[in-house]
């Protein structure tokens, strides 16, 4: 059929426009499709902490030193850190800003806490979890800490060793994407669940919720790179910052992969005149670790399920937050809306249970037609963009 010809976003958009319509025309038949998209949750659920151990843990264990020019290389692995982090703040001020909310179900299972102290003493226990536990039970933060320490240790194993345990993590990663592609049949179930119960106003509230992510994906774009490029450069930004967008950024909004951008964001950083020996090492590495728009979507969606939930959030969880939402986008690499996996991890930073986090991440997939893309094209271009400001300062000191 040719509608199994069509790529990923089409069949999603499909799948949104049928539940809807199904779930105001005929809201009988709405619960027993719901068991589509409760099983589809229900994947993501089982499969999601394993995911997030073995990608982090692979990352850093196959991690490569940079060659002979290690300080700029250094320097832009910094860079990638401090943007990804600047894209949560921002994503932080405009959820305050516009905050959000989520139309959920059983949202009396969270158990947030009433403190900072609470909060802290949480994740404290979490991140020391014992990792057979912190799988079975979905503790992110546990699986996260055991991923870097392990990782962190592996990278003095064996190349074969260090092989095979990349050959783990994609064969995971493979699983994800298997279940993805049934993200179109469960979005069905959960958007004609939604308008039967709900009305199409939660649909709408999802709009808002998508308007949100990408006028913060904008600003990062068009303000935060063009401010680090010009304190690095002391030029105008703007030239390279569109052209990076034009040519990096729109394939990249249609393949929706860094990874497969790759080949593409190569190409530019020659014609830019970058340094080889810095680009063929930033922007392989780039596209696992500099990821602002993952960031983005995982404080967003954090923040749009702390305020359904009532949950106070204080100065200090929201800069942990930003902190959570960094380190965790690196983990989001390769795998197709891979950052809408790790919203429990930091969703669990306020004791929202993972229950209510997957619904979240459900949420997440209806409006991923756009986020994803979006996200993508963010993510990639800004790779181009900071290893050209990098190698522009780098030739200036030189």
Same mark, same amino acid.
């Given at each position: ?66 060659? =002979? ?5 250094? $320097?832009? +692995? *910094? /860079?990638?850190?401090?943007?990804? !982090?600047? @894209?949560? #703040? &921002? ?110 106003? =939660? ?5 808002? $919720?998508? +308007? *949100? /992510?990408?006028?913060?994906?904008? !600003?990062? @774009?068009? #303000? &935060? ?119 429990? +991890? ?53």
């Amino acid at each position: 059929m040719k509608l199994f010809k069509l790529g990923l976003v089409p069949q999603i958009l499909i799948g949104v426009v049928a539940g809807a319509l199904l779930g105001m025309a005929a809201p009988a038949v709405a619960e027993p499709l719901g068991l589509l998209g409760q099983l589809f949750v229900g994947m993501l659920k089982a499969v999601a902490p394993l995911l997030v151990m073995l990608l982090v843990m692979s990352a850093i264990a196959n991690r490569h030193e940079s060659g =002979a020019d290690g300080r700029k290389g250094l $320097l832009t +692995l *910094l /860079l990638y850190l401090a943007g990804t !982090i600047s @894209a949560a #703040v &921002v994503a932080l001020l405009m959820s305050q800003w516009f905050p959000q909310t989520i139309t959920l179900t059983d949202v009396a299972e969270g158990s947030p806490p009433v403190a900072v102290a609470a909060v802290l003493a949480d994740v404290l226990f979490k991140l020391i979890d014992n990792p057979v536990n912190a799988l079975l039970t979905g503790n992110f933060l546990g699986c996260l800490t055991w991923a870097i320490l392990l990782g962190i240790s592996f990278r003095r194993a064996s190349a074969a060793f260090k092989e095979h345990l990349q050959t783990l993590a994609d064969g995971v990663s493979d699983i994800v994407r298997y279940v993805i592609r049934l993200a179109p049949l469960g979005i069905f179930g959960l958007v004609c669940v939604t308008v039967a119960t709900t009305g199409v106003e =939660a649909l709408a509230g999802y709009a808002s $919720l998508a +308007l *949100l /992510l990408v006028a913060c994906m904008l !600003i990062v @774009a068009l #303000v &935060v790179n063009p401010l680090i490029v010009y304190l690095l450069t002391r030029r105008n930004p703007y030239p390279v910052v569109l052209q990076c967008l034009e040519e990096s950024g729109i394939t990249a909004f249609f393949t929706r992969s860094s990874a497969a951008n790759i080949p593409v964001n190569l190409a530019l950083a020659k014609k830019l005149g970058i340094s080889e020996e810095l680009y063929s090492v930033t922007i392989p590495v780039g596209a696992t670790v500099n990821m602002a728009g993952a960031a983005i979507t995982i404080t967003v969606l954090t923040l749009a399920a702390a305020n359904t939930l009532g949950i106070e959030v204080s100065f200090a969880t929201a800069l942990l937050l930003c902190v959570i939402a960094a380190l965790s986008a690196c983990g989001a690499s390769g795998v197709p809306s891979g950052s809408l996996l790790l919203v429990p +991890l930091a969703c669990s930073l306020f004791g929202i249970s993972v229950d209510v986090a997957m619904q979240v991440v459900a949420v997440g997939f209806i409006i991923s037609v756009i986020q994803d893309s979006a996200e993508t094209a963010l993510n990639s271009s800004t790779d181009v963009i900071y290893t050209y400001a990098v190698d522009q300062r780098g030739g200036a000191d030189g």
